[in-house]
């Protein structure tokens, strides 16, 4: 790319969580095809990332494009209130179809953040239309629900970015991270402080909020379904909605449809985003139950008072049928199994190495956690001459690639990863960013 380009990126456009100063470098990407990003050097990059949980069908997928062309000649976007289409109606019919049972009422917004933004709203407005206000959220430490005011009060407390606006944010109260992890045996007593709290405070929440088995940004870590059998029953006794944060865990990325699946609960309100479109444009929803939606209606306000310009944009709704109908016939399954067990065969040898603190695997989820902080700018550009797109955060090196990606494709990303953790210089000079 132009070098003008770039001096121009570097200067004048913000990219996520880097300083506009002093910033890590950005790669100039093309075109994407399948599980490779081509750089404007010609450089082909296998795709480690989904672009971020979303990209599952790989891109420039054709069943998709094709959808979003017919759409784009029809329509690209119209307004939603007072107006419906086809691809909206079509989309909520599959998401109620899809999702846990008793979720039925769909509402469509913008991004990830503003789902939750939205189900929060949903989950203050029923108490207040029962005529109880309640303004506090029960959460977990070392969860992340997106950067917006609501979903960043609701992340975790330390490590997100509270402290930075800790004067503007509500106080919620917060559940110290589930220590049993997916896949070891419970012990009876490993959700005592989740009951005591809610026993405790039951009677100021509103809602319980979590990612279900998967926290990602705030940890990549994996926990043990019970957690979620128990958070569903607490909820049913003390009579608090359960809101499940499926954003980044959604259609299919942990083995289930939804994570949820794993525990065999159903929330009271689900967010999904991300992957909804297979990674191609930008759209969200926020389900809810029946006995949620109607007790709003029946509030003072009449409805639930949300209403995006860009809702259920067409375009977005007929890329996210596009997606799911590639994701219909379940052979998903397999591909995100055999995912699964190269990480497994990849990476898990890997927590002998001496920077490694631990590695972590569940469905096309691969995780090596490292004892130092990752000097990410310097391992950013090894991996890239490596041919491999990986983007490390903290002291995270993870992989979620497309589930179209093939074994070889694989084998270049566990063999990056793995050749990184020899090269002592990625774990001694942390970027300040
Ligand atoms: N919730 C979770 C669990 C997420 O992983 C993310 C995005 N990383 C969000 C919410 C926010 O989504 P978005 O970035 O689309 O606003």
Redesign the pocket.
């Known amino acids: 790319m132009h070098i003008d380009y770039l001096m121009f990126d570097r200067y004048h456009i913000w990219h996520p969580y880097t300083s506009m100063t002093n910033p890590l470098p950005s790669y100039p990407v093309i075109s994407a095809l399948g599980y490779e990003l081509i750089l404007s050097n010609g450089r082909r990059l296998v795709d480690g990332m989904s672009s971020?949980?979303a990209a599952i069908h790989g891109y420039n997928h054709p069943v998709i494009n094709q959808a979003m062309n017919d759409q784009i000649s029809r329509m690209s976007h119209v307004m939603f209130g007072g107006i419906t289409h086809y691809p909206a109606i079509e989309l909520c019919q599959r998401l109620v179809a899809l999702t846990p049972s008793g979720l039925d009422c769909v509402f469509l917004s913008d991004?990830?953040?503003?789902?939750?933004e939205v189900a929060m709203k949903m989950a203050l407005q029923y108490w207040q239309a029962r005529g109880k206000p309640r303004h506090k959220f029960l959460a977990l430490r070392q969860g992340?629900?997106?950067?917006?005011f609501g979903?960043m009060s609701v992340s975790d407390p330390d490590n997100s970015m509270h402290q930075l606006y800790q004067d503007y944010l509500p106080k919620h109260l917060f559940v110290n991270s589930l220590q049993r992890r997916f896949g070891e045996i419970w012990r009876d007593g490993d959700e005592l402080e989740l009951s005591r709290i809610i026993a405790a405070n039951h009677a100021y929440l509103t809602a319980v909020i979590l990612?279900p088995i998967v926290q990602?940004?705030g940890g990549m870590y994996f926990y043990h379904p019970n957690y979620l059998k128990i958070a569903r029953k607490l909820c049913d006794q003390y009579e608090l909605l359960l809101i499940a944060?499926e954003?980044?865990?959604g259609f299919g990325r942990t083995g289930e449809w939804f994570a949820c699946n794993h525990a065999g609960i159903s929330p009271d309100i689900i967010?999904l985003?991300?992957a909804l479109t297979g990674g191609t444009m930008?759209l969200?929803a926020t389900l809810t139950c029946r006995n949620v939606a109607e007790t709003i209606s029946k509030g003072d306000a009449g409805c639930f008072m949300h209403g995006p310009t860009f809702m259920g944009n067409p375009l977005a709704c007929a890329a996210a049928n596009a997606s799911i109908s590639l994701l219909e016939d379940e052979s998903w399954r397999t591909r995100v199994d055999t995912i699964a067990t190269q990480l497994r065969t990849g990476l898990l040898p890997l927590v002998n190495n001496k920077h490694v603190r631990d590695v972590r695997i569940l469905g096309a989820i691969g995780v090596v956690e490292t004892k130092l902080p990752i000097a990410i700018s310097a391992l950013q550009s090894w991996f890239v001459n490596q041919g491999v797109w990986i983007r490390p955060f903290s002291r995270y090196i993870y992989l979620m690639p497309p589930y179209i990606i093939d074994s070889e494709a694989m084998q270049r990303l566990l063999c990056a990863i793995s050749s990184a953790l020899n090269c002592e210089k990625f774990f001694v000079t942390p970027d300040k960013y």
Not at 111 to 116: D, E, K, P, R
Request: glycine content about 16%.
């Open positions: 971020w949980w991004s990830g953040s503003v789902a939750v992340y629900h997106g950067d917006t979903a990612e990602g940004a944060d954003i980044a865990t967010c985003g991300k930008t969200s």
